[in-house]
């Protein structure tokens, strides 16, 4: 038994690819070539991705055409920027490796790591450092 | 008496004893002891706060005894009844306003976070390119790196950021990622952000919330350290810190973490200070006392007085088997 959601990635790599609207059966023969699958089971994870709001469909005749609602760009924009906007929940749902900076901060990085690479290894002390409080 | 010690406990280690925590500069240089003192400090403060409540429904002598007596399985202690007189009722209300507060923001907290990661895996199934075990690459071209825990733990690469980072940054980076997937950083961090959440205006709270999401950070980093030298792990932050581009226009916006960006980056390429043993001994030994006191503050008490309650109220219990205990 195939999962679900494995077969969801393959179903919308196929209407990303399609120039136009496609219709479940020519889902399945396309997917057909590489495994044998059953016409329900297509119509199920397209319908499912349909509720979730990646799949258009309209009416045509007794049976649906899906479209894409967005290209693959578009969701990925829409990813990256809900990844990287400021809420308060920040660090609990994502760990970043960094953030990007403002252009003055990193400027005064940039100036600090010269500033040490510039000087002998021995002389140990950081620019601005705090005496132990505790 | 007890409870204006309690209530001097709570003010000096939530309010004084967290500003200069925050400021001391040990921390960066043991990030996990320092976040554990966070922690410890965190929990001690809310269960010596929840003791001064109970303080005002019934003496702490009396509570202690009544921990110990549940301890021992001599019943349900007999000093526990009804509450009758204002200050019982107020202790009642604030203990239950501590608890619902607690419990609430911190169903909210977690199920907030397992939606949006929720969200985030299935986006990434579907959008996603696997590139190795747990990594996963996005076509986008702003350079970026996260990871997205839960579930086995997914680490996001963009194209951007395989664009700018070299190899041996490549690794550095991965590195640190993993560091936070099996460092189970985020579990560390949902503790301080439920304090805070419940108790906004309590300092402890909110000073342990951003100082644990920073060391974490440097904990990560060193990990990374031990896959790559400071001077590629630096060189992969900047690459990855850089400001927008005319070529990678700011999809997001600037968050207010350039100063501890700029604070990480210059304590890699800072010679490390010389362990003090005796120092870090201390610190340590300053966090487990933290982690005792609520403890010995029911406990004390009840220790002086129990070989006398215990005795007379369980008579049928032979005294040895109560003394071996």
Same mark, same amino acid.
């Given at each position: 038994?195939?999962?679900?959601?494995?077969?969801?990635?393959?179903?919308?790599?196929?209407?990303?690819?399609?120039?136009?609207?496609?219709?479940?059966?020519?889902?399945?023969?396309?997917?057909?070539?590489?495994?044998?699958?059953?016409?329900?089971?297509?119509?199920?994870?397209?319908?499912? %991705?349909?509720?979730?709001?990646?799949?258009?469909?309209?009416?045509?005749?007794?049976?649906?055409?899906?479209?894409?609602?967005?290209?693959?760009?578009?969701?990925?924009?829409?990813?990256?920027?809900?990844?990287?906007?400021?809420?308060?929940?920040?660090?609990?749902? %994502?760990?970043?490796?960094?953030?990007?900076?403002?252009?003055?901060?990193?400027?005064? %990085?940039?100036?600090? %790591?010269?500033?040490?690479?510039?000087?002998?290894?021995?002389?140990?002390?950081?620019?601005?450092?705090?005496?132990?409080?505790? | 008496?007890?409870?204006?010690?309690?209530?001097?406990?709570?003010?000096?280690?939530?309010?004084?004893?967290?500003?200069?925590?925050?400021?001391?500069?040990?921390?960066?240089?043991?990030?996990?002891?320092?976040a554990?003192?966070w922690l410890?400090?965190?929990?001690?403060?809310?269960?010596?706060?929840?003791?001064?409540?109970?303080?005002?429904?019934?003496?702490?002598?009396?509570?202690?005894?009544?921990?110990?007596?549940?301890?021992?399985?001599?019943?349900?202690?007999?000093?526990?009844?009804?509450?009758?007189?204002?200050?019982?009722?107020?202790?009642?209300?604030?203990?239950?306003?501590?608890?619902?507060?607690?419990?609430?923001?911190?169903?909210?907290?977690?199920?907030?976070?397992?939606?949006?990661?929720?969200?985030?895996?299935?986006?990434?199934?579907?959008?996603?390119?696997?590139?190795?075990?747990?990594?996963?690459?996005?076509?986008?071209?702003?350079?970026?790196?996260?990871?997205?825990?839960?579930?086995?733990?997914?680490?996001?690469?963009?194209?951007?950021?395989?664009?700018?980072?070299?190899?041996?940054?490549?690794?550095?980076?991965?590195?640190?990622?993993?560091?936070?997937?099996?460092?189970?950083?985020?579990?560390i961090v949902?503790?301080p952000?439920?304090?805070?959440?419940?108790?906004?205006?309590?300092?402890?709270?909110?000073?342990a919330l951003?100082e644990v999401r920073r060391l974490v950070?440097?904990?990560?980093?060193?990990?990374?350290?031990?896959?790559?030298?400071?001077?590629?792990?630096?060189?992969?932050?900047?690459?990855?810190?850089?400001?927008?581009?005319?070529?990678?226009?700011?999809?997001?916006?600037?968050?207010?973490?350039?100063?501890?960006?700029?604070?990480?980056?210059?304590?890699?390429?800072?010679?490390?200070?010389?362990?003090?043993?005796?120092?870090?001994?201390?610190?340590?030994?300053?966090?487990?006392?933290?982690?005792?006191?609520?403890?010995?503050?029911?406990?004390?008490?009840?220790?002086?007085?129990?070989?006398?309650?215990?005795?007379?109220?369980?008579?049928?219990?032979?005294?040895?088997?109560?003394?071996?205990?």
């Amino acid at each position: 038994m195939e999962r679900l959601g494995d077969l969801e990635a393959e179903v919308m790599d196929q209407l990303w690819a399609a120039r136009g609207p496609v219709s479940v059966r020519g889902v399945r023969d396309a997917l057909q070539s590489t495994r044998p699958l059953a016409y329900t089971t297509v119509m199920t994870v397209m319908d499912r %991705l349909f509720h979730k709001g990646w799949l258009v469909r309209d009416r045509v005749g007794r049976s649906y055409q899906y479209r894409p609602a967005l290209s693959r760009g578009e969701y990925t924009a829409r990813m990256m920027r809900d990844v990287l906007s400021t809420t308060d929940d920040r660090g609990l749902a %994502l760990l970043h490796f960094v953030d990007t900076m403002a252009p003055a901060e990193y400027e005064a %990085l940039q100036e600090a %790591l010269r500033w040490h690479r510039s000087r002998p290894p021995r002389a140990a002390e950081p620019p601005c450092v705090e005496g132990e409080t505790s | 008496m007890s409870l204006a010690l309690l209530a001097a406990y709570v003010t000096a280690v939530g309010v004084l004893f967290p500003r200069r925590l925050a400021r001391a500069a040990w921390t960066s240089h043991a990030p996990r002891l320092a976040a554990g003192t966070w922690l410890v400090t965190a929990v001690s403060v809310l269960s010596v706060a929840l003791l001064a409540a109970a303080v005002l429904v019934t003496p702490l002598h009396t509570l202690g005894d009544a921990f110990v007596l549940l301890l021992q399985g001599c019943g349900w202690p007999p000093q526990l009844r009804a509450p009758s007189g204002p200050s019982e009722y107020a202790g009642l209300a604030i203990i239950s306003w501590m608890v619902g507060s607690t419990v609430s923001s911190g169903y909210v907290v977690c199920r907030a976070a397992r939606r949006e990661r929720r969200r985030h895996r299935c986006d990434l199934h579907l959008l996603g390119e696997p590139a190795g075990t747990g990594v996963v690459v996005l076509d986008h071209p702003q350079p970026s790196v996260f990871c997205v825990p839960g579930d086995g733990g997914h680490i996001v690469l963009t194209r951007g950021a395989l664009d700018v980072l070299s190899p041996a940054e490549l690794v550095a980076v991965l590195a640190h990622e993993r560091a936070h997937l099996s460092g189970r950083h985020h579990v560390i961090v949902l503790l301080p952000a439920i304090l805070a959440t419940a108790f906004p205006r309590m300092p402890l709270f909110t000073l342990a919330l951003s100082e644990v999401r920073r060391l974490v950070e440097l904990a990560a980093d060193d990990k990374a350290l031990r896959r790559a030298t400071p001077a590629t792990l630096v060189q992969a932050v900047l690459r990855l810190a850089a400001p927008a581009s005319a070529q990678h226009p700011a999809t997001g916006m600037f968050h207010a973490t350039g100063t501890a960006t700029t604070e990480r980056v210059l304590r890699l390429v800072t010679p490390r200070p010389r362990r003090a043993r005796l120092a870090m001994l201390s610190r340590l030994l300053v966090a487990v006392s933290f982690a005792a006191t609520p403890l010995a503050a029911v406990a004390l008490p009840a220790v002086t007085d129990l070989a006398s309650h215990c005795t007379e109220i369980t008579t049928s219990r032979p005294p040895a088997e109560v003394d071996r205990r």
